[in-house]
């Protein structure tokens, strides 16, 4: 599931004109939760958006010729559901999303990553596409590096990462891509929710006091939209 799947959830409509193609490396499921893969270039891309919640009037003072300044955390599942070649695909599906922020704006872009399986851990932040990249090789053993994590599947220890990690910032399109199959089987909440009770509440107030954008993806076999959907709180 993408942003806002269900029916009859809002959505501003306001696009930040930075579309990002994961055509043909992720899976996805639509709003009912069915699989949806076999993507052709150009048929999967992600509209980024910067959704504001009706009851609030936000506004934004941007100068002539400023590019729109991009704060962005990739909370990224490393367990050991996904085996090397799946997370290969979703890495090298974020190298291309990250490259994608870093040229398609003039203004500045900050990229942290959130690693997570049983338990997590976070990155410093990068300002530009080599640091990235390279961030991404080393945490890739097809690409020479080494994965930091490879056990359980806990939600609730990469959110509670990302809300002590990353930091919004006042006046950018603050966003976090969260990537994952779906299947948490640690610190679960009531009725089986992804996050622990305590996370998801402290969770929905943070991305909401931040007028943070989530966005959730799916990637490899067996994913799990309604889990998913537990973390896209926006």
Do not use: K
């Not at 990229?111 to 300002?127: K, M, N, R």
């Not at 690409?143 to 930091?148: A, E, K, V, Y």
């Not at 599947?153 to 990537?179: C, H, K, L, R």
């Amino acid at each position: 599931p993408l942003d806002h799947p269900l029916p009859g959830s809002t959505d501003d409509g306001q696009m930040l004109d930075l579309p990002i193609d994961f055509s043909g490396v992720l899976t996805a499921t639509d709003g009912d939760h069915d699989p949806v893969d076999g993507f052709v270039p150009g048929s999967f891309v992600i509209e980024v958006e910067d959704d504001i919640p009706e009851a609030q009037d936000d506004s934004a003072t941007v100068l002539a010729g400023q590019g729109l300044n991009f704060n962005v955390a990739f909370v990224l599942d490393f367990s050991g559901s996904i085996d090397d070649s799946e997370l290969n695909t979703m890495l090298e599906a974020v190298r291309a999303a990250g490259q994608a922020l870093f040229n398609g704006t003039s203004g500045d872009v900050n990229i942290q990553l959130v690693a997570f399986s049983g338990t997590a851990g976070s990155y410093p932040v990068v300002t530009d596409f080599a640091s990235f990249s390279a961030l991404l090789d080393s945490l890739n053993p097809a690409d020479g590096g080494t994965r930091p994590f490879n056990g359980q599947t806990d939600f609730t220890a990469g959110i509670d990462e990302t809300m002590a990690a990353y930091t919004p910032i006042p006046g950018w399109s603050n966003q976090v891509f969260f990537i994952s199959d779906g299947n948490p089987n640690e610190q679960t909440g009531t009725g089986g929710n992804s996050l622990s009770d305590a996370t998801a509440a402290a969770w929905d107030s943070f991305v909401d006091l931040n007028d943070i954008n989530v966005t959730t993806i799916g990637v490899g076999n067996g994913i799990n939209g309604p889990r998913l959907q537990d973390v896209d709180l926006d």
